[in-house]
C-alpha cells in the first residue's frame, strides 16, 4: 500500500514569497491533515479536511496561509507572503475515519 | 498552553535494557494516547496507541502504560536495541480520530 506523499521534500525561499506544498493521502482515506513542525517541538494541527470539508483551522494564520483538498484527495498548503518564523517542516498526515495517522515524509521550509 | 508535555528531551540507554519515556497531559478530555516514532528526515510513524478505558496496551517489545488520574503515560521498550534510536512523540486526541496534540519528543539514543 501507498504511503502518504509530499512534494516538494525542501524548498528555499526570501521573506514575503510565496510557497505551495502538496499532498496525496492514503487511497480511501477521509480524513487529511497538515501540522507544521518547528525545529525542537512537536507537529502543531494547522488543518484539517474531512473529505473535502473544512472540519478544524482553527490554528491556521489565515492572512497567509490557505489550504485546499480537490475532489476530496490531493491537497495544497499554501503561503503568501512567508515570514521568517515560518521556517518549519510542514506534515501532511491521512486517517481513516477512526483510527491511527499516516504521515508523509514532509516538506522542510527555510525562509531567508 | 502545553496539553502535552514530554519533559525528557533526550534518554539514553544501553542495548538490551529497559527505555523508558513519559509524558503528561493536562487535559482530562483526552481520550486517545498514541506514541509515534520520527528517523531523521522522516515523517512521524505510528507506534502504539491506548485508549482511556485500558490502562496497558501491549505490542511485542513495546508496551504503553496509563495513569489516568496522573494524567501520565509512559513508553516501555524492552530489550531496547540500537535501532530504536530516533525521536519518540506521545501525542493525544478524542473518539480515536481526529486533531491529535503533541509533546515536544524525546529523543532515544540506544547504545551497542
Known amino acids: 500500500e501507498a504511503g502518504v506523499a509530499q512534494s516538494p521534500r525542501y524548498k528555499i525561499i526570501e521573506k514575503r514569497q510565496s510557497v505551495a506544498f502538496w499532498c496525496n493521502p492514503i487511497s480511501g482515506h477521509a480524513t487529511l491533515y497538515w501540522y507544521q513542525q518547528i525545529l525542537g517541538q512537536g507537529p502543531k494541527l494547522l488543518i484539517q479536511?474531512?473529505?473535502?470539508?473544512?472540519?478544524?483551522d482553527s490554528q491556521l494564520p489565515k492572512d497567509r496561509f490557505s489550504a485546499e483538498r480537490l475532489k476530496g484527495v490531493d491537497s495544497t498548503l499554501k503561503i503568501q507572503p512567508a515570514k521568517l518564523e515560518d521556517s518549519a517542516v510542514y506534515l501532511c498526515a491521512s486517517s481513516p475515519l477512526v483510527g491511527e495517522q499516516f504521515f508523509g515524509p514532509g516538506t522542510r521550509l527555510t525562509v531567508l | 498552553d502545553q496539553q502535552v508535555k514530554q519533559n525528557s528531551p533526550s534518554l539514553s540507554v544501553q542495548e538490551g535494557r529497559i527505555s523508558i519515556l513519559n509524558c503528561d497531559y493536562t487535559n482530562s478530555m483526552f481520550d486517545y494516547f498514541l506514541w509515534y516514532k520520527k528517523y531523521p528526515a522522516e515523517g512521524p510513524t505510528f507506534l502504539i496507541s491506548?485508549?482511556?478505558?485500558?490502562d496497558k496496551n501491549e505490542d511485542g517489545r513495546f508496551t504503553v502504560f496509563l495513569n489516568k488520574s496522573a494524567k501520565h503515560l509512559s513508553l516501555h521498550i524492552v530489550p531496547s536495541q540500537p535501532g530504536d534510536s530516533a525521536v519518540y512523540f506521545c501525542?493525544?486526541?478524542?473518539?480515536?480520530?481526529?486533531?491529535?496534540?503533541f509533546g515536544q519528543g524525546t529523543e532515544l539514543s540506544v547504545k551497542p
Open positions: 479536511f474531512q473529505n473535502n470539508g473544512v472540519v478544524d
Open positions: 491506548i485508549s482511556s478505558i485500558k
Open positions: 501525542a493525544a486526541g478524542y473518539n480515536q480520530g481526529g486533531k491529535l496534540i
